[in-house]
């Protein structure tokens, strides 16, 4: 397990391209025969991956301090590649197709990530039990939003919400780009009190995001590739250009769960 450390928004300042891709880019996060896993002091979450060819068990990692890795905390489990595959939770199977998400409460003992799936993994800290909890994204209402006219026409599915499948703080969901739509949550926002991850995927291998970050009126940009995560801390903007459509899993971790939580920030007051 990676640990990185919090960091401030003045420090931003200063940083080169390699010191941004070292502090919020996560690169290479589905390896066929392990969990790679990176533990943020960003409200401590931790986003992970693994893509395997034969079942691989989720570990608990010395960070954690803990007897097993689901023990102070839960976990949202997005299968993000084309091929359905399974998750076992304490031997009950769960079988999920492409963007569907697996919430696995506290206290779930034996994680195991069995062939075919490319499984994304976000994690909070939990205080509270939830049940594990499958929810497929062909069940959701997605919620339209956007338009063609700013190119951001896109439909957004809620898994782990107040109003879906419930959880200590975990927020997660799957957002979905129209053909021809390239921006995402343009005007942009940020929310003081939650951080938020975004994986990328469904993007072409030869495709980029631009994806944006840093203080409203300070931006500084990351090129993100297909199945590449981003960790943007609460005073950050998040949002992104890519060169052809795309989808990405957007999981947030803090002191709420209301969605409809954030700081708006009109375009016009962007630098």
Do not use: K
């Not at 689901?70 to 031997?91: F, L, M, S, Y």
């Not at 195991?112 to 994204?137: C, E, K, M, N, Q």
């Amino acid at each position: 397990m990676e640990v990185r450390h919090a960091t401030h928004p003045s420090q931003v300042r200063s940083f080169g391209t390699e010191d941004l891709r070292r502090h919020y880019l996560v690169e290479d996060l589905f390896p066929a025969d392990h969990v790679r896993a990176v533990y943020s002091h960003q409200d401590r979450m931790i986003v992970g991956g693994v893509a395997p060819d034969a079942p691989v068990t989720l570990p608990t990692f010395d960070p954690l301090r803990s007897e097993f890795f689901c023990q102070n905390r839960e976990a949202g489990i997005v299968n993000v590649g084309p091929a359905a595959g399974a998750v076992t939770v304490d031997g009950t199977e769960y079988r999920l197709a492409h963007g569907d998400c697996l919430y696995v409460g506290r206290g779930s003992r034996d994680v195991t990530f069995g062939p075919g799936g490319r499984y994304y993994l976000v994690s909070t800290a939990a205080h509270a039990d939830h049940p594990t909890t499958l929810s497929r994204i062909s069940d959701l209402d997605g919620t339209r939003l956007g338009a063609v006219a700013g190119s951001n026409d896109r439909t957004i599915y809620r898994h782990v919400h107040t109003g879906g499948v419930r959880s200590c703080e975990l927020v997660l969901g799957v957002t979905v780009l129209e053909p021809g739509s390239m921006w995402n949550t343009m005007p942009c926002h940020t929310h003081d009190r939650r951080t938020e991850c975004y994986l990328y995927f469904d993007l072409p291998e030869d495709q980029r995001i631009v994806h944006l970050m840093g203080r409203p009126d300070e931006t500084r940009n990351l090129i993100v590739a297909d199945e590449q995560a981003v960790i943007s801390p609460s005073w950050s903007v998040h949002c992104g250009f890519g060169t052809a459509s795309y989808a990405f899993v957007w999981a947030m971790g803090g002191e709420n769960q209301a969605f409809e939580d954030m700081d708006h920030v009109a375009v016009t007051e962007m630098r």
